[in-house]
């Protein structure tokens, strides 16, 4: 049985990955942290902390999961160049996975658009459109964001790729990576139902992680691809 504590507790995310965590057997929520509460409260309590609050809080508990040794998923978007950095120096001392996006298909995603860009090389070009609910605050979504980081590695690109940010609704989550060259194009798309997707990730991730060596992680080598 894994010990979870979860931060952003009230949150969408948060809720559903309480929602999800009771028809988890493997894992079991020991403490739920929002606005207000005090992680350090609870956190002996827990083998792994998965954060959803807010990429403004994110290092704060980082440094705290540091402190006490506990393993840590972090699920928070809009981190800059600068935040990742941050976190990332605390990989020597605990294991972290940090991900955009927890669902199994959108890191299938991933990697299909690793290998579509390889295969079809430059001579095509790309364009990235994510739509979601009218409430989220980032734009592009850390999703696109790996997406367009995937493509400017694979074809080795230092130009920033074309992202079209749509919110509108109440839209979960819709990825769509466009490959257009002379006389075809191809798209790849992946569209999330419900949240349930993202929270049965990062629950696998949580129990993958607990006993993994100190280091940084993504949500693909959870899932082995």
């Given at each position: 049985?894994?010990?979870?504590?979860?931060?952003?507790?009230?949150?969408?995310?948060?809720?559903?990955?309480?929602?999800?965590?009771?028809?988890?057997?493997?894992?079991?929520v020991?403490?739920q942290?929002?606005?207000?509460?005090?992680?350090?409260?609870?956190?002996?309590?827990?083998?792994?902390?998965?954060?959803?609050?807010?990429?403004?809080?994110?290092?704060?508990?980082?440094?705290?999961?540091?402190?006490?040794?506990?393993?840590?998923?972090?699920?928070?978007?809009?981190?800059?160049?600068?935040?990742?950095?941050?976190?990332?120096?605390?990989?020597?001392?605990?294991?972290?996975?940090?991900?955009?996006?927890?669902?199994?298909?959108?890191?299938?995603?991933?990697?299909?658009?690793?290998?579509?860009?390889?295969?079809?090389?430059?001579?095509?070009?790309?364009?990235?459109?994510?739509?979601?609910?009218?409430?989220?605050?980032?734009?592009?979504?850390?999703?696109?964001?790996?997406?367009?980081?995937v493509?400017?590695?694979?074809?080795?690109?230092?130009?920033?790729?074309?992202?079209?940010?749509?919110?509108?609704?109440?839209?979960?989550?819709?990825?769509?990576?466009?490959?257009?060259?002379?006389?075809?194009?191809?798209?790849?798309?992946?569209r999330?139902?419900?949240?349930?997707?993202?929270?049965?990730?990062?629950?696998?991730?949580?129990?993958?992680?607990?006993?993994?060596?100190?280091?940084?992680?993504s949500?693909?080598?959870?899932?082995?691809?």
């Amino acid at each position: 049985m894994t010990k979870i504590i979860i931060t952003g507790s009230k949150g969408r995310m948060g809720r559903t990955l309480i929602s999800c965590a009771s028809g988890y057997p493997e894992c079991q929520v020991v403490g739920q942290i929002d606005q207000g509460d005090d992680l350090r409260s609870v956190i002996e309590q827990g083998d792994v902390v998965v954060d959803f609050s807010s990429h403004s809080a994110t290092l704060d508990i980082v440094a705290l999961c540091a402190e006490h040794k506990k393993a840590l998923v972090i699920g928070t978007t809009g981190h800059s160049d600068e935040g990742k950095s941050q976190i990332a120096e605390f990989k020597s001392r605990v294991p972290i996975v940090l991900s955009s996006n927890f669902s199994t298909g959108v890191n299938t995603l991933f990697w299909l658009t690793r290998k579509a860009a390889e295969i079809l090389g430059p001579g095509f070009d790309l364009e990235i459109i994510e739509i979601h609910h009218r409430l989220k605050r980032d734009a592009p979504s850390g999703t696109a964001k790996t997406l367009a980081d995937v493509l400017k590695t694979v074809q080795k690109i230092q130009s920033e790729i074309p992202i079209q940010s749509i919110r509108e609704g109440d839209v979960v989550g819709e990825h769509t990576v466009i490959f257009k060259g002379a006389g075809e194009c191809l798209e790849l798309t992946h569209r999330a139902a419900n949240r349930g997707i993202f929270a049965l990730g990062a629950l696998r991730a949580a129990k993958w992680i607990v006993d993994k060596p100190p280091g940084l992680y993504s949500m693909q080598d959870v899932l082995g691809l």
